[in-house]
């Protein structure tokens, strides 16, 4: 039994981008035809949404390692730091980890080699041993679809195949692999991305009130009729605007300017993290206090920073590039393009800037998606 869990629309984006397809709808045709002469086989197609494939992939592997009929688990995630936790109780659990190999392809994530009792194979002539190349620019003989096909990232994650085990049948569970920086995409349908599990990228990079005022882009939908009641009580419509995540017509994530930067802010941060000898927990602080080190983590949760202070570290880590340009995370806190070049129209630190590679991007907002992942275009 082989499952491949992937974003079929922006694995094929990416592949396309990369000249690996000739048409991103070759890939669909590829799924099809993968489980027509084996009944067990299957790419399953997760649609968009963060961590669709993770959560199946999961699943699966709890399901089939506590499934007596299921002789063999082949697992192929190694590429993503974040199965590590769903692998770690089974590391001194001789008879289970025995059931189980390790498939590799690209390098293994940071912990894998470090699990005891696990098997390892790899099959370099089924998958790639090299991350995808980076993006580079549409054939030309390609058109972007028109709305409503939305161009969206291309989720890369090399193809890597994802069995799950069934009884008396070995399983394999494996996800795209994930390449190293961001893969880029092309336009295409924002279908579900291939999960990739270990994102520490994580921030709202649209401002709601400039995206809601913008009248670049079509109207999300009408307002309700008035049914007759009058309502005296404050208005809390501000608060319940929606926020946006923002793409060019290649697929890369656009983002938004933050708000200007307090520097007794600034200053204070610094100096905590001086005095404590530890930096602050980004994910702690800007992904709504989520961290999954929980009290193991090495980096500073408490105290809360004030509102100018978390401005003030969101511009720390947008000095960082995300590893995908194509990111489809709302709470990335991560840069995805230079705001040097963006905003004053060069970028003085061309050949350091962290953000180089978005240098020369096209900056002009294409389309837009909202949290329920609805997009619109821009006029």
Not at 90 to 115: I, Q
Not at 146 to 159: H, K, T
């Amino acid at each position: 039994m082989v499952n491949v869990f992937v974003s079929l629309d922006k694995l094929a984006q990416k592949l396309a981008s990369v000249r690996l397809l000739q048409h991103p709808q070759d890939m669909r045709a590829f799924a099809q035809s993968f489980g027509v002469n084996q009944p067990l086989f299957s790419i399953i197609d997760v649609g968009h949404g963060k961590e669709r494939a993770d959560f199946r992939i999961k699943e699966m592997l709890r399901t089939f390692s506590d499934n007596p009929t299921c002789k063999h688990i082949i697992f192929g995630g190694c590429h993503d730091a974040g199965y590590l936790v769903n692998l770690d109780q089974y590391k001194h659990n001789e008879v289970k980890a025995a059931r189980m190999t390790l498939l590799e392809s690209t390098l293994p994530a940071r912990g894998y080699m470090e699990l005891p009792n696990f098997k390892r194979a790899r099959f370099d002539t089924v998958f790639r041993s090299e991350p995808l190349p980076e993006y580079v620019s549409a054939p030309a003989a390609y058109q972007p679809p028109a709305p409503p096909s939305v161009p969206v990232q291309a989720l890369v994650q090399a193809p890597v195949q994802t069995p799950v085990q069934a009884p008396a049948r070995p399983v394999v569970v494996a996800k795209n692999q994930s390449p190293i920086v961001s893969p880029t995409p092309v336009n295409v349908k924002p279908a579900a991305p291939v999960a990739q599990s270990p994102s520490t990228t994580s921030s709202s990079l649209a401002t709601p009130s400039s995206a809601a005022s913008s009248n670049s882009w079509a109207t999300v939908g009408k307002t309700g009729a008035s049914n007759g009641n009058i309502s005296i009580a404050p208005s809390n419509k501000t608060s319940a605007k929606k926020r946006y995540i923002y793409f060019n017509k290649d697929g890369y994530r656009l983002d938004e300017a933050l708000s200007p930067r307090d520097k007794n802010a600034s200053e204070a941060i610094e100096k905590r993290m001086e005095k404590a000898g530890r930096n602050l927990c980004n994910h702690w602080h800007l992904n709504r206090g989520q961290c999954s080190n929980g009290n193991f983590c090495r980096f500073q949760h408490e105290p809360k920073l004030t509102p100018a202070e978390l401005n003030s570290l969101r511009y720390k880590t947008r000095s960082l590039a995300c590893k995908r340009r194509d990111c489809d995370k709302f709470d990335c806190y991560l840069g995805h393009q230079c705001s040097y070049e963006r905003d004053q129209g060069a970028c003085p630190y061309e050949p350091t800037c962290n953000l180089r590679s978005s240098h020369g991007m096209d900056k002009t907002k294409y389309v837009r998606y909202d949290e329920d992942w609805n997009e619109e275009y821009s006029k």
